[in-house]
């Protein structure tokens, strides 16, 4: 599928959220014992993730809006981690930063490995994998299984499990077209799909227009029965 159809897909999957913090009346709501989800904060990282799997196509939309996304994500990262650092030897005492360094260090090490083998990396093989997938929701797991809950944790919690949801959808999308998606690669190479939708076809647009309308259906029924 074409970028922009994986924006649709990737905002639309990124609303189902906020549908339903809009339902509860609340701009969080917790999907662990300790974390909030910020469906508001997860939007932006939605579309950003929805376009992370084309990454290795560097002269797409994704994969030049993914390279973007990865560059600045790494400065930013680095600079937290750096002034987390800082603070950890001149206010240790104070604010006790260590518990969020290493998480946030872990992000940095991530994304600097995903960059330097993003080269390598061959178009839809590991990237559209449900290993790749996984190795994606590691920090999700890492943060609830180990952070403490702050409001830091609770917002990069909710920029991660956004990111993750984008990731989600275009690997949802991409199984519609003819080209499918390797789930179970490297242990099984084949490529599956449940429809045969060319790249740039009539048949993409009209697909876009299925997704909007059945998304549409489920905030509906979000908000009237949740
Ligand atoms: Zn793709």
């Given at each position: 599928m074409n970028g922009y159809t994986h924006i649709v897909v990737g905002g639309l999957s990124g609303a189902i959220p906020v549908a339903i913090s809009i339902a509860e009346k609340k701009f969080g709501f917790s999907i662990s014992a300790e974390h909030v989800y910020y469906p508001l904060i997860g939007m932006l990282p939605a579309i950003a993730g929805s376009l992370?799997?084309?990454?290795?196509?560097?002269?797409?939309k994704g994969g030049k809006a993914v390279r973007l996304f990865l560059k600045s994500s790494i400065t930013f990262f680095g600079v937290v981690s750096l002034g987390l650092a800082v603070s950890l030897c001149f206010i240790d005492k104070l604010i006790r930063p260590v518990n969020v360094l290493f998480p946030v260090l872990a992000v940095f090490v991530l994304l600097c490995l995903v960059r330097l083998l993003l080269p390598i990396a061959k178009h839809r093989r590991g990237t559209h994998s449900g290993l790749a997938l996984l190795i994606i929701m590691l920090p999700v797991l890492y943060i609830i299984g180990y952070m403490p809950d702050t409001a830091l944790t609770d917002v990069l919690f909710s920029i991660w499990v956004g990111f993750c949801i984008g990731w989600v959808s275009h690997l949802f999308a991409d199984t519609?077209?003819?080209?499918?998606?390797?789930?179970?690669?490297?242990?099984?190479?084949r490529h599956y799909h449940i429809a045969h939708i060319v790249t740039g076809s009539k048949r993409e647009r009209t697909f876009r227009i299925f997704c909007i309308v059945v998304f549409g259906a489920v905030y509906l029924a979000i908000l009237l029965f949740a």
């Open positions: 992370g799997p084309d990454i290795d196509l560097p002269n797409s519609f077209n003819r080209k499918g998606v390797p789930w179970f690669y490297p242990l099984d190479n």
